[in-house]
C-alpha cells in the first residue's frame, strides 16, 4: 500500500468531475486501499478520489471509534434525500486543511453503490432517527461533493471563502 499527496484547496483539479468506474477490478481495490492508508494516515474520516488526482468516483469512509470499519462506495449516488440541517459541529476537509464551517445538509439519504466486491448496495442514512448515524450521514454527502468538483467552501459566503483561499495560499508558498 502508499500513501498518495491529498490536493489542497484552490487547486484547481479538485474541481474535475469524476468518472465513472467501468470495473471494479484489483487496481480499483489497491487504489481503495491506499486512500484508506492515506484517510488514516491525515486523520480524517473519509476521503474522494478527487481529493488524490484521481478522477474517478470512489470513496473511502470510517466514521468508527476504532478505525476499523471501512466502508468502500464505488460509483455512489443519491437516490433520495430529505429533510435540511446543519450539525452542531463543524465540517473539515482534508483538501482544505485547519479550517472548518457549518454547513447545512440533508438529514436523511438513501444512496446505491457498488462495494469493493462489485456488489451493489443500497445504504439508507438518518440523522433524524438515528444520531449515531449523523457524521455518516454528512461524511457520504461531503465525499459525493467532491466527486462533483465541489468543496464545502463552496457553501459559505464569497467574502469567507476568498479569506481561506488566501490564508491557505500563503500557507503554500511558505512551505516553498
Known amino acids: 500500500?502508499?500513501?498518495?499527496?491529498?490536493?489542497?484547496?484552490?487547486?484547481?483539479?479538485?474541481?474535475?468531475?469524476?468518472?465513472?468506474?467501468?470495473?471494479?477490478?484489483?487496481?480499483?481495490?489497491?487504489?481503495?486501499?491506499?486512500?484508506?492508508?492515506?484517510?488514516?494516515?491525515?486523520?480524517?474520516?473519509?476521503?474522494?478520489?478527487?481529493?488524490?488526482n484521481v478522477h474517478k468516483k470512489l470513496i473511502v469512509i470510517d466514521v468508527s471509534e476504532g478505525r476499523n470499519h471501512p466502508l468502500f462506495l464505488i460509483n455512489p449516488e443519491i437516490l433520495s434525500a430529505e429533510g435540511k440541517f446543519t450539525r452542531d459541529k463543524?465540517?473539515?476537509?482534508?483538501?482544505?486543511p485547519e479550517n472548518y464551517a457549518k454547513v447545512e445538509r440533508f438529514q436523511k439519504i438513501k444512496i446505491q453503490f457498488l462495494n469493493e466486491k462489485a456488489e451493489t448496495v443500497i445504504l439508507e442514512v438518518d440523522a433524524a432517527q438515528n444520531p449515531e448515524q449523523e457524521l455518516l450521514c454528512v461524511c457520504i454527502q461531503h465525499e459525493m461533493d467532491h466527486l462533483n468538483g465541489k468543496l464545502f467552501v463552496d457553501y459559505l459566503s464569497s467574502l469567507k471563502r476568498?479569506?481561506?483561499?488566501?490564508?491557505?495560499?500563503?500557507?503554500?508558498?511558505?512551505k516553498r
Do not use: W
Open 162 to 174: 476568498q479569506q481561506i483561499r488566501t490564508k491557505l495560499e500563503k500557507k503554500s508558498r511558505e
Open 90 to 96: 463543524e465540517e473539515g476537509c482534508l483538501s482544505v
Open 1 to 52: 500500500m502508499a500513501t498518495l499527496e491529498i490536493l489542497h484547496f484552490p487547486d484547481p483539479r479538485l474541481r474535475t468531475r469524476a468518472a465513472p468506474v467501468k470495473k471494479v477490478d484489483d487496481h480499483v481495490r489497491n487504489l481503495l486501499k491506499d486512500m484508506l492508508e492515506t484517510m488514516y494516515k491525515a486523520e480524517g474520516i473519509g476521503l474522494a478520489a478527487t481529493q488524490v
